[in-house]
């Protein structure tokens, strides 16, 4: 299968995934939206106007806009405490709710919200355990196969990319060996801008502006290279600045500098 082919198939993969996840998050949500409307029928009618009712994951919160700001600040929130967190059925509620000594009318009304919200707990909280994990249960299927499928398309797609980026560091490799790569200075750059390979622990070709392979070792696991780089310099004859072009052999360059000098700068080079 050819690059242009394998990112064809990674362009159909990604959008079947972003099908798949958009169900997933769509159920997500429809479970959610369900969560909160079968649990406002417990505490909706004990909250005051303002106040209001939200659902995330395994907690519910209520909330209340703060006086003179554009925040709606939790007032307590009441957490279903799954057996584990594989099958979201709650075995027991908790609550949790902030202190403080202000004794404002805000924080007054909602001390006698929080003791309503403890009263229908107290009489309540095993009907309300049912209902929650009735909800639970009617999506965990559909929501953990839906999972599932995204979880299994992710991995395709990251395991096709890992192909694409190897098929795409042969081809480069192919041309090195050829032809050899040329780098270029954009117009007004500095030869600074040009890439940098490491050659030895201890060496560094900064300024690479053309690299060819000629000859590979017979373990494959380094290379001889023809390197040519560019340094600015002062022509004191001129009274100019001047770029100098310098061509070494360095030999015997680890395979994996060379190929992480590819894949660095793969982005620059053309191959078609």
Same mark, same amino acid.
């Given at each position: 299968?050819?690059?242009?082919?394998?990112?064809?198939?990674?362009?159909?993969?990604?959008?079947?995934? $972003?099908?798949?996840?958009?169900?997933?998050?769509?159920?997500?949500?429809?479970?959610?939206?369900? +969560?909160?409307?079968?649990?406002? *029928?417990?505490?909706? $009618?004990?909250?005051?106007?303002?106040?209001?009712?939200?659902?995330?994951?395994?907690?519910?919160?209520? *909330?209340?806009?703060?006086?003179?700001?554009?925040?709606?600040?939790?007032?307590?929130?009441?957490?279903?405490?799954?057996?584990?967190? &594989?099958?979201?059925?709650?075995?027991?509620?908790?609550?949790?709710?902030?202190?403080? #000594?202000?004794?404002?009318?805000?924080?007054?009304?909602?001390?006698?919200?929080?003791?309503?919200?403890?009263?229908?707990?107290?009489?309540?909280?095993?009907?309300?355990?049912?209902?929650?994990?009735?909800?639970?249960?009617?999506?965990?299927? #559909?929501?953990?196969?839906?999972?599932?499928?995204?979880?299994?398309?992710?991995?395709?797609?990251?395991?096709?990319?890992?192909?694409? &980026?190897?098929?795409? +560091?042969?081809?480069?490799?192919?041309?090195?060996? *050829?032809?050899?790569? *040329?780098?270029? @200075?954009?117009?007004?750059?500095?030869?600074?801008? +040009?890439?940098?390979?490491?050659?030895?622990?201890?060496?560094?070709?900064?300024?690479?502006?053309?690299?060819?392979? +000629?000859?590979?070792?017979?373990?494959?696991?380094?290379?001889?290279?023809?390197?040519?780089?560019?340094?600015?310099?002062?022509?004191?004859?001129?009274?100019?600045?001047?770029?100098?072009?310098? #061509?070494?052999?360095?030999?015997? @360059?680890?395979?994996?500098?060379?190929?992480?000098?590819?894949?660095?700068?793969?982005?620059?080079?053309?191959?078609?």
């Amino acid at each position: 299968m050819t690059i242009t082919e394998l990112n064809q198939k990674l362009e159909t993969l990604k959008e079947k995934c $972003k099908f798949k996840n958009d169900v997933y998050l769509e159920l997500r949500n429809d479970k959610r939206k369900d +969560l909160k409307l079968e649990l406002s *029928k417990y505490f909706e $009618k004990h909250l005051l106007e303002d106040m209001m009712m939200d659902i995330y994951d395994d907690v519910l919160y209520i *909330k209340r806009k703060e006086v003179d700001r554009n925040y709606h600040k939790e007032l307590v929130s009441i957490y279903f405490r799954n057996v584990d967190y &594989k099958t979201e059925i709650a075995k027991e509620i908790e609550t949790s709710f902030y202190s403080t #000594t202000d004794n404002s009318q805000y924080e007054l009304e909602r001390m006698i919200v929080i003791g309503k919200i403890g009263q229908v707990l107290l009489e309540k909280s095993e009907e309300i355990l049912n209902t929650y994990n009735e909800i639970q249960s009617s999506y965990k299927d #559909t929501l953990n196969n839906n999972s599932k499928l995204v979880w299994e398309l992710e991995d395709e797609i990251r395991e096709l990319k890992d192909d694409i &980026k190897q098929a795409e +560091l042969q081809q480069i490799k192919d041309v090195l060996r *050829k032809d050899g790569l *040329k780098f270029e @200075v954009k117009e007004g750059d500095s030869v600074n801008t +040009l890439p940098n390979i490491d050659v030895r622990f201890d060496c560094i070709r900064k300024n690479v502006a053309k690299i060819k392979m +000629l000859n590979r070792t017979a373990s494959g696991k380094s290379a001889d290279l023809e390197i040519t780089t560019l340094k600015k310099m002062y022509d004191y004859e001129s009274g100019e600045y001047k770029i100098n072009e310098n #061509t070494m052999i360095n030999q015997k @360059v680890r395979m994996s500098n060379i190929d992480q000098f590819l894949l660095k700068y793969r982005d620059r080079i053309n191959v078609s």
